[in-house]
Structure formats: structure tokens, C-alpha cells
């Protein structure tokens, strides 16, 4: 069984910054894609950033420069970077990483429980 833990969001003034990680554990073969989403109030969830496992990076227009996604192989762990924060990036932010399990017979995808990120201005 593989799960996906969350942690980092809090409370940070505008110009700040945060670390997002996600944690995976369990019987994981490896991991594939790694992204983060995030959900403001009365918005529909959109991709904020998103890596492949060739290590290629993709990112919102919103939070180009600003947000840098990466992980540690070792430990299965994909962080969210984000710098230079702003009240609009005020939402629940999810990971999402798609892994092989059971000695690479299943591809699962799976979502982090959310964490919580408020910028106040």
C-alpha cells in the first residue's frame, strides 16, 4: 500500500516564501510524474507545476520564476518551492505523483490529502 503525505502549508505574509513536501511511502518501484495542484475557494483545481522522472519541468504562467518544484529520489519525496508568495496563490495545494508498485505490475496515481497555504497581504 502506497500513501502520500503532505506537509508545509501555513500562514506567510506577502514576499514570503514556503516548502511544500510531499511524501511517499509504502512499496513504490519508482515514480514516474510528480505534480502539484492547488484549489482556491470557489475555483476549480488547476496544475500549478509538474516534473517528469527525465527531470523535465513544467509550470503555470502564474508562478513561473516564483515556484520550483523537485524531489528526492532517495527518500520519494517531491517538494514545492515557492518564493516572492502573493495573496492570489492563497489556496489548497495538492501533490499528485504517478508510480509503479508491486514490482511494476500497477501504475497508480495518487493524490495528497491537501495542504493549506494562506498569503496575506
Known amino acids: 500500500q502506497v500513501q502520500l503525505v503532505e506537509s508545509g502549508g501555513g500562514l506567510v505574509q506577502a514576499g514570503g516564501s514556503l516548502r511544500l513536501s510531499c511524501a511517499a511511502s509504502?512499496?513504490?518501484?519508482?515514480?514516474?510524474?510528480m505534480a502539484w495542484y492547488r484549489q482556491a475557494p470557489d475555483k476549480q483545481r488547476e496544475l500549478v507545476a509538474a516534473m517528469h522522472s527525465g527531470g523535465s519541468t513544467g509550470y503555470a504562467d502564474s508562478v513561473k520564476g516564483r515556484f520550483t518544484i523537485s524531489r528526492d529520489n532517495a527518500k520519494n519525496i517531491v517538494y514545492l518551492q515557492m518564493n516572492s508568495l502573493k495573496p492570489e496563490d492563497t489556496a489548497v495545494y495538492y501533490c499528485?505523483?504517478?508510480?509503479?508498485?508491486?514490482?511494476?505490475?500497477?501504475?497508480?496515481?495518487?493524490w495528497g490529502q491537501g495542504t493549506l497555504v494562506t498569503v496575506s497581504p
Open positions: 509504502g512499496s513504490i518501484d519508482s515514480i514516474n510524474a
Open positions: 499528485k505523483l504517478g508510480l509503479y508498485t508491486d514490482y511494476r505490475l500497477r501504475y497508480l496515481e495518487l
